[in-house]
């Protein structure tokens, strides 16, 4: 099949998530795209720069099977401005995020315009898939409140009506080399994520600070994406654990963070807010042992390991948990179910699982919008007889 992939914000998780499955596809790609740049203003304007490049593309006149976007697409506005026949294939709108349960420091910063894209760009979509169940729960229950609040003319069945013809799929992440014996020394703790309040760092730094008070001996990298304002609490804790960090701020290159990952013991995370978890994931391919609070899709992604792996949502729950993941690692060689119960957990996210599946539900849907056209024509041909 032929698929045309429209992402107006091509950067981050969202081309990562694009690359992956095209990588390793079974159908052959056309991808139009947009520079990660200024979301708000991509989201403005996408559908009309993405039905101009359409029109401009090349291959425009080719039969495309199927469309897939991302969330950041207004998919309604696009529709109707693309040329007709795109109009006619079947699309899916893959919702990364949401604006509506995005987070934000104060309500009242939150633009509900965005908010209702999402929900126009899921109601104009053949199909619409989340990242996870717990994201997908989070909006369509969020999205019932948005609606009763609005003055008049509540469109409330659009909740159900996306809810009908919304599946979960995860993104897929690549897999890593099975790691070596560990290199000697105290337990190394990797934190990696976006440097914001929502990813909740001042748990985790309370947390080194209680096990720093208990003379517990540790290392620690702290990366992921900083932004022009980052909470001060990172400055604080540089100043503080200086005498322990391996590694600080952005990985510059893809080998620097996946050398972060496979030389981390556990990777921990705090966040307060999380839609997926990628960079745990893939912390976890890398042979990190997670520790993360009972919270968010973090007990969905854990599934059957979720009672090794999930700590109580407190900094000194997360120390005792360290706690725990030295002792365990200092005892020598783990029972062989244990050790291979993080590579169970993401056995299931791993590309070579996660693409084949992503290709079987593209085609499936083809079909079924192909039969239900077919059947269509049928009644007007019988009609006109």
């Not at 966040?271 to 745990?280: D, I, K, R, T, Y």
Request: net charge negative; glycine share 6%; aromatic share 10%.
């Amino acid at each position: 099949m032929r698929i045309l992939a429209l992402e107006p914000y091509y950067g981050g998780s969202h081309k990562a998530f694009l690359d992956g499955w095209i990588a390793r596809s079974r159908h052959a790609w056309t991808v139009l795209g947009l520079p990660a740049y200024k979301w708000k203003w991509r989201m403005r304007h996408g559908a009309v720069s993405l039905a101009g490049q359409v029109r401009d593309a090349k291959d425009a006149d080719c039969a495309w099977d199927a469309l897939v976007c991302s969330d950041m697409l207004n998919l309604a506005e696009f529709l109707g401005l693309a040329p007709e026949p795109i109009r006619r294939i079947p699309s899916i709108a893959y919702f990364h995020e949401n604006q509506l349960t995005y987070p934000v420091r104060r309500e009242s910063e939150r633009d509900l315009h965005f908010a209702f894209t999402n929900m126009t760009t899921a109601l104009a979509a053949t199909a619409v898939w989340f990242n996870s169940a717990f994201h997908r729960g989070a909006f369509l229950d969020a999205l019932t409140g948005f609606l009763q609040r609005m003055p008049d003319h509540q469109p409330l069945d659009a909740v159900e009506r996306i809810r009908a013809k919304s599946s979960v799929h995860s993104p897929g992440v690549d897999e890593f080399p099975l790691r070596g014996p560990r290199r000697p020394g105290p337990l190394r703790i990797l934190w990696a994520a976006r440097w914001e309040h929502d990813k909740n760092p001042e748990d985790f730094f309370k947390a080194l600070a209680l096990l720093e008070a208990r003379g517990f001996d540790f290392r620690v990298s702290v990366i992921g994406e900083r932004f022009s304002e980052t909470p001060v609490v990172f400055e604080e804790a540089r100043r503080r654990f200086a005498d322990r960090i391996d590694r600080w701020g952005f990985q510059e290159s893809r080998e620097e963070y996946e050398a972060s990952l496979k030389d981390a013991d556990v990777v921990v995370s705090t966040a307060g807010h999380e839609f997926f978890g990628l960079s745990v994931v893939e912390a976890i391919a890398a042979g990190c042992r997670p520790l993360l609070p009972d919270r968010l899709s973090y007990p969905e992604i854990l599934g059957e390991a979720a009672g090794a792996y999930l700590y109580g949502n407190s900094p000194e729950a997360l120390a005792d948990a360290v706690s725990k993941q030295a002792q365990v690692l200092s005892a020598g060689p783990t029972p062989a179910a244990e050790s291979a119960l993080p590579m169970k957990v993401v056995a299931r996210y791993l590309w070579k699982t996660v693409a084949p599946a992503l290709d079987r539900e593209l085609e499936e849907l083809v079909d079924h919008c192909a039969a239900g056209s077919r059947a269509s024509t049928g009644d007007r041909d019988g009609q006109r007889q």
